[in-house]
């Protein structure tokens, strides 16, 4: 079975400054990645998803993510953040292993932008 | 597209009652989930239906939760009787799944229940 984990809770930072919100996972097979957001009060929206190709990937509001297959991580990046950037930021995975397969989500990551 | 809907947005029950959540998905989604937020345990998938047939229920908690998805645009998670303890935000999200490749899960409100 996957697992997922988001070794951060919690993120301050302030406004126009870099973040990287870390994922690392757990599978003994090839894997499909997710980071999800959730603004308050709301149902969560994919930011950006990782399914084969190029190790990079640009999701919606400037984010981005980069499988490292080796450090088992897929880390979210974003290189200055606003305001409206505040929410909760989920990473998730799923099987590669044909045939559909479940998606396992994160803890989540609550991102504070302090202005 | 209106999106995945939600009904009721809030609910606040006391212990014991029956209470009802509903779900429509997105019109041409062939899979619907249901999920449990809360603080404690993060977001967990409880039950999820492939072309309206349950396939894996192995998240719900107890008899006393159920679900069904009588057609392609409606479902329902039903507690019975409720207790403080399934106090949560309850989601309902639905996908397309191409090639028999996860695609995106498109995600409701949520409806925010509190048992009293």
């Known amino acids: 079975a996957q697992s997922v984990t988001q070794l951060d809770s919690q993120v301050p930072v302030f406004e126009e400054a870099p973040v990287e919100l870390r994922c690392n996972y757990s599978?003994?097979?090839?894997?499909?990645l997710f980071w999800y957001v959730q603004y308050p009060n709301q149902g969560l929206q994919l930011l950006l998803k990782?399914?084969?190709?190029?190790?990079l990937v640009k999701g919606i509001n400037g984010f981005e993510a980069e499988f490292n297959k080796s450090q088992t991580s897929f880390h979210l990046r974003k290189p200055s953040v606003h305001i409206s950037d505040t929410a909760e930021y989920f990473c998730?995975?799923?099987?590669?292993?044909?045939?559909?397969?479940?998606?396992?989500f994160g803890i989540g990551t609550k991102l504070q932008v302090i202005p | 597209d209106a999106g995945v809907i939600q009904s009721p947005r809030h609910e606040v029950t006391e212990m014991g009652q029956e209470v009802t959540l509903r779900c429509k998905p997105i019109?041409?989604?062939?899979?619907l989930f249901w999920y449990r937020q809360t603080m404690m345990r993060g977001l967990e998938l409880l039950i999820y239906?492939?072309?309206?047939?349950?396939?894996?229920d192995s998240g719900m908690p107890e008899d006393r939760f159920s679900a069904k998805m009588p057609n392609a645009s409606f479902s329902t998670l039903k507690i019975q009787p409720s207790e403080p303890r399934d106090s949560a935000v309850y989601f309902c999200?639905?996908?397309?799944?191409?090639?028999?490749?996860?695609?995106?899960?498109?995600f409701g409100p949520g409806t925010r229940l509190l048992v009293l």
């Open positions: 239906f492939n072309n309206n047939v349950p396939i894996d």
């Open positions: 998730a995975v799923s099987l590669n292993s044909g045939g559909y397969q479940k998606v396992t």
């Open positions: 990782y399914l084969s190709g190029s190790t």
């Open positions: 599978s003994s097979v090839s894997v499909y």
């Open positions: 019109s041409g989604h062939d899979y």
């Open positions: 999200a639905s996908s397309l799944a191409e090639d028999g490749v996860q695609e995106t899960q498109y």
